[in-house]
């Protein structure tokens, strides 16, 4: 069974930095994309950022040269390093993993973690 757990939410003000954190849990050997996305009170789910196991990344050109995406192979782990927030980055933000080898198969169907929310004050 495969889980992902979001941490590093939390209130701040405009032009602070945050540093979400994913861990995914279960018997995984590798996983091919991982990526943060973001909801807003009445908008859609949106990308964020996404990072392949190559380490190749894209963005939402909203928060290119604010936000960094890393992950951490090894522990199967994915960052988002937010800095110089804005009110409007608002929103719960959800970590996602797809193309998950487990010890038991290849899982190509996304997998999403609980959300984790965040809130910049102006």
């Given amino acids: 069974q495969v889980q992902l757990v979001e941490s590093g939410g939390g209130l701040v003000q405009a032009g602070g930095s945050l540093r979400l954190s994913c861990a995914a849990s279960g018997r995984i050997f590798s996983i091919d994309d991982m990526g943060w996305y973001r909801q807003a009170p009445g908008k859609k789910r949106e990308l964020v950022a996404t990072i392949r196991k190559s380490g190749s990344t894209d963005y939402a050109d909203s928060v290119k040269g604010r936000f960094t995406i890393s992950r951490d192979n090894a522990e199967n782990t994915v960052y988002l390093q937010m800095n110089s927030l804005k009110p409007e980055d ?18 190509s169907s996304d997998y999403w973690g609980q959300g984790t929310q965040v809130t910049v004050s102006s």
């Avoid at 719960?92 to 899982?107: D, F, L, V």
């Fill in 90 to 107: 608002t929103a719960a933000y959800y970590c996602k993993a797809a193309g998950i080898q487990t010890g038991w198969s290849y899982i």
